[in-house]
């Protein structure tokens, strides 16, 4: 466990160091400062936004996090993690934490600024308001991590083709609904996509979270995520370095 | 054999159609030192990759004795974004290892003063001391050193061939792939060249031999044929010189230490 932590630390440091939280940072103060500079806001729209912006503010810290992997220092990684198992989690856990982090920051925000004024919001926010929110976001910086890592360079050694893989994947995911909405044969793409606008769908015009189906929503994510990671972690250990 | 510690049947490697490894059949035996010479691209560095099973191959089999663990030299150890004391303090935590052991190390490598020098920041020379630091400090069954001297002084290279042949009398298996004939010399007992793919040994030793050891007393002269192992010696004798060199190096008053067959 000592192992595996002293990895994790490695890793974590290596992140903070570089520019690669620079440009998120940035991307979500900015978001905060022009998403409520219109008040009231509805609650729904502004958690549901947020999560958008986590989705894309994670699956580019992920690649990034991946593209900067130097082979040589992972081959060591994975011979001085014990056991070696741990390797594949702890990269996980490195951009898990990253993301929230950023989640926190997009929670919080609101939360206090609503409690020191009344009209931050169109409406009263509640306890149930955060907690589902809160669900909402988390679920959509999930499938974004594990979005951003799975088109890894040891997978798909052009950068180039992993990024277009990245943004095709991340576009289509938000526009899901309009092309099967006009293609009923692509209903498939609902298993495909990560399910970042699905909250938008479940909102529609009112401002409430409806508990169930936000419960599946995240059940939708978390599969999604587990499955990606599953299959990524297969990927690389059959191709190696 | 019981006594070996890799076997590789019929490993073959390729790169963008270019054939590294064909088919390469192998035993390697638990506590040799082998370095692998020869050109660059010749795939040195895919055997020793191939060994640690850290690349995929194209086709047949790496089998090992049980459960080995690995320490790598690579051969080109780049900088990260963190201090070379963060680094290998980390590498130590991962490894379990006491941070006195480490920290010695660090000065036995003279590089003391770079603790808090970002890695990036090092030379290639330092890099590569960095890079072999985080090998030696926990070594493990199998130690692969890729070209491990490239770009360091030769203080530090005095110090390196002085830490592995500590290793060797440990029993730690060594695959070295290196250019230079003095490390071979100094650490190797058998080298292999890769030629088309092939493995093939330079010294036509696939007879057997005896390794003797011995260790000196005062005021002995060293054969010329007797290679420094840290405090010991170490001999290369062919079975039917055996008898006579035993006596030549008991007369000498030279300590033997111990002998055994090289096949």
């Known amino acids: ?241 | 054999m019981s006594d070996t510690i890799v076997t590789l049947e019929s490993v073959s490697k390729s790169y963008n159609r270019k054939t590294v490894l064909d088919g390469v059949s192998h035993s390697f035996r638990k506590g040799g030192s082998i370095a692998f010479a020869g050109h660059n691209g010749c795939g040195k560095s895919t055997m020793l990759k191939v060994l640690a099973g850290i690349v995929r191959i194209d086709s047949g089999r790496v089998q090992y004795s049980g459960k080995i663990r690995f320490s790598y030299v690579p051969e080109k150890f780049s900088g990260m974004d963190v201090t070379m004391g963060r680094y290998l303090y980390s590498i130590a935590g991962m490894e379990g290892v006491e941070w006195s052991n480490v920290r010695k190390l660090v000065k036995d490598f003279f590089l003391e003063d770079m603790f808090h020098l970002k890695m990036s920041q090092m030379s290639k020379g330092s890099l590569q001391k960095v890079g072999v630091i985080q090998a030696l400090m926990s070594p493990h069954d199998i130690l692969l050193l890729d070209e491990p001297l490239s770009g360091q002084d030769p203080e530090s290279q005095e110090v390196f061939i002085s830490k592995v042949n500590e290793l060797r009398e440990q029993g730690i298996t060594i695959f070295m792939s290196c250019h230079e004939k003095k490390l071979m010399d100094e650490i190797s007992d058998q080298v292999y060249t890769i030629e088309k793919g092939k493995l093939k040994s330079l010294e036509g030793q696939e007879e057997s031999y005896f390794r003797v050891y011995v260790r000196r007393n005062d005021n002995l002269t060293c054969w010329p044929e007797m290679i420094p192992r840290g405090e010991k010696y170490l001999l290369r004798v062919a079975e039917e010189q055996m008898k006579e060199t035993v006596m030549k190096l008991y007369c000498e008053g030279w300590e033997l230490i111990g002998i055994e067959e090289y096949i």
């Open chain 1, 1 to 241: 466990m000592k192992s595996i932590f002293s990895l994790y630390k490695l890793k974590m440091m290596t992140v903070i160091r570089s520019a690669v939280l620079v440009i998120p940072t940035v991307s979500v103060v900015v978001f905060l400062g022009v998403m409520y500079s219109i008040l009231p806001q509805q609650i729904s729209a502004s958690f549901l936004s947020s999560g958008l912006l986590l989705f894309v503010i994670c699956v580019y810290v992920s690649m990034c996090i991946q593209m900067k992997e130097q082979d040589v220092h992972e081959e060591l990684f994975l011979m001085h993690s014990r056991p070696e198992a741990g390797y594949y989690p702890v990269r996980e856990m490195v951009v898990c934490s990253i993301m929230l982090f950023y989640a926190v920051l997009l929670i919080v925000y609101p939360v206090i600024r609503s409690s020191l004024n009344e009209n931050w919001f169109t409406r009263p926010l509640t306890s149930s308001d955060v907690f589902y929110g809160t669900i909402l976001i988390l679920g959509s910086g999930i499938c974004g991590i594990t979005l951003g890592d799975f088109f890894h360079h040891r997978i798909i050694p052009r950068r180039r083709n992993a990024i277009i893989f990245v943004v095709l994947v991340a576009v289509l995911a938000v526009c899901k609904e309009p092309i099967i909405e006009k293609l009923p044969g692509m209903k498939f793409l609902h298993f495909l996509l990560p399910p970042i606008t699905d909250g938008f769908i479940m909102v529609g015009n009112e401002d409430f979270f409806d508990p169930k189906e936000t419960m599946l929503i995240l059940l939708h994510s978390v599969i999604y995520a587990l499955a990606l990671v599953f299959i990524k972690i297969w990927l690389l250990r059959r191709r190696k370095f």
